[in-house]
């Protein structure tokens, strides 16, 4: 029986990997392709160097800070709105499972938009610029650190929570000083792990006017600027992997 089960899941798989690969479109390398790439990584080994700071006007590092603006304000965004879905999703939490079943229904919603849509609906709302990326990196992440909260609260160990009960506390100092500090330092690990993911978003989210380097970077795209295009793939680069490092080292500290 194991074995019929098993060889009915491989056929299944395979079938959805046959039918996905069927339906791409036929690979075509075009003839300015190697001239594209070759520009492209000419640029990345002779960057615009004077790029970097401008004291007169846009340069890499202004971008790059503006990048570093939006992922940290929409990141303290989601940290703040995700906090009461997460509490109304928890079963430990909320003993209702409407209550329960209807929060994790909505941050199941907000998860299904994808970053660049909603930079695109907040760039129509408020207009093209940061304002914008920050509200759609602030809205999306929402569901994402939402569930992952909610979850680690359906996880902690409940025999603090029994034994505040049997003490005589009230369901608020029960929550705060049984549930609180077990779920605090998966909470921080999880913020830093989406500035992480925000930081990378908002570089790409500038390519469609929300703000941040992928605005420049798309303008020199445009013109075929490669020197101008390599120092900010370069700044790019360095900026999320130094960020990388230290959110790495931050969250083995909590975890």
Request: hydrophobic share 55%; charged share 15%.
């Amino acid at each position: 029986m194991k074995r019929i089960r098993l060889i009915a899941i491989v056929a299944i798989v395979s079938a959805i990997y046959i039918w996905a690969f069927v339906g791409l479109p036929k690979l075509e390398w075009k003839d300015t392709s190697v001239e594209v790439v070759s520009a492209i990584v000419s640029g990345l080994f002779q960057p615009d160097w004077g790029y970097v700071y401008d004291p007169d006007g846009e340069d890499l590092l202004r971008g790059l800070l503006d990048t570093l603006a939006i992922a940290l304000l929409g990141t303290f965004i989601a940290g703040i709105l995700c906090i009461p879905f997460a509490f109304l999703a928890s079963k430990n939490v909320i003993k209702s499972k409407a209550t329960v079943g209807t929060s994790k229904f909505m941050l199941s919603f907000i998860r299904v938009f994808p970053d660049i849509v909603l930079a695109l609906l907040f760039i129509k709302a408020v207009g093209p610029g940061a304002f914008a990326g920050v509200l759609a990196l602030g809205i999306g992440a929402v569901g994402m650190l939402g569930k992952l909260i909610s979850e680690s609260m359906d996880h902690v160990d409940l025999s603090a929570k029994e034994a505040l009960i049997s003490s005589g506390a009230n369901p608020v100092k029960t929550f705060i000083f049984a549930i609180v500090p077990q779920v605090l330092p998966n909470f921080f690990s999880f913020i830093l792990y989406r500035f992480e993911v925000n930081v990378r978003a908002a570089a790409v989210l500038g390519v469609i006017g929300a703000g941040g380097i992928g605005t420049p970077l798309i303008f020199a795209l445009s013109v075929r600027d490669w020197e101008r295009v390599g120092i900010i793939l370069l700044g790019i680069i360095l900026m999320v992997t130094v960020i990388d490092m230290i959110s790495g080292k931050l969250r083995a500290r909590f975890i």
